[in-house]
């Protein structure tokens, strides 16, 4: 069975530029995260969907970032206008039996320039 | 929603031996967890401890809860050099938030 799949894997961009984010979790996993882990941190929750309804998003900057998740299955984070501090991994996971434990894809590594 | 608070930052062993890290934080919890990350990719869960369990065994991986002490630690035993990776601890899970520590970095030396 595939994992959580993400793509791009890199991306480099110079600030102010669009930037989009693809994940698709795992078959048959209800909810779906998106964390940004900067260097040397550990990751820090954007949203949280359950379905196709954002469940948590108290953490996404909606000035710039947006997510969707249209038929409850994968998801799209974008960024607009990219800023320099940005620059950091975006994961995405989905969640198993329960919901306790978490799949997590490779992530997308940004640059913004 | 709380974030442990992983101890050492840093651990550099050499292959062998045994590996411990801490995780503390400050109220009380349902569950607490261990993931794993190698350099360049994602996390992989480890081992989920309940607030009423005191110790659970995964292969070379043992992981302790002491709520009275507020703390968690990670035992990785015989370590290899496959297990340099950092190691974080999360506190949640279920309809609870899922928050991640700084993690602790490992590296052990063949």
């Known amino acids: 069975e595939a994992g959580v799949v993400q793509s791009p894997r890199y991306k480099i961009i110079e600030k102010k530029q669009p930037v989009a984010f693809w994940c698709n979790p795992i078959?048959?996993?209800?909810?779906l995260y998106w964390y940004r882990q900067n260097l040397g941190q550990g990751p820090e929750l954007l949203i949280r969907?359950?379905?196709?309804?954002?469940?948590?998003d108290s953490q996404l900057p909606k000035d710039r970032f947006s997510a969707e998740r249209l038929k409850g299955v994968d998801s799209t984070l974008k960024i607009q206008p990219a800023e320099l501090g940005d620059s950091a991994v975006y994961l995405c996971a989905s969640g198993g039996a329960r919901n306790e434990k978490l799949f997590f894809g490779s992530g997308t590594q940004l640059s913004v320039l | 929603s709380q974030q442990g608070e992983e101890d050492p930052q840093a651990l550099s062993i050499q292959e062998g031996e045994n590996a411990t890290m801490n995780c503390s934080y400050k109220?009380?919890?349902?569950?607490l967890q261990w993931y794993r990350q190698n350099s360049g990719r994602g996390l992989v869960h480890l081992i989920l401890i309940r607030s009423n369990e005191r110790e659970k065994h995964s292969g070379r991986l043992r992981v302790t809860l002491d709520t009275s002490k507020k703390s968690s630690s990670l035992l990785i035993t015989a370590s290899r050099a496959a297990d340099t990776a950092s190691y974080f601890c999360?506190?949640?899970?279920?309809?609870?938030?899922?928050?991640f520590g700084k993690g602790t970095k490992l590296t052990v030396n063949p």
């Open positions: 999360a506190i949640g899970g279920g309809s609870e938030k899922l928050v």
């Open positions: 078959s048959g996993h209800n909810t």
């Open positions: 109220t009380s919890i349902n569950n």
């Open positions: 969907y359950e379905n196709e309804e954002a469940v948590d």
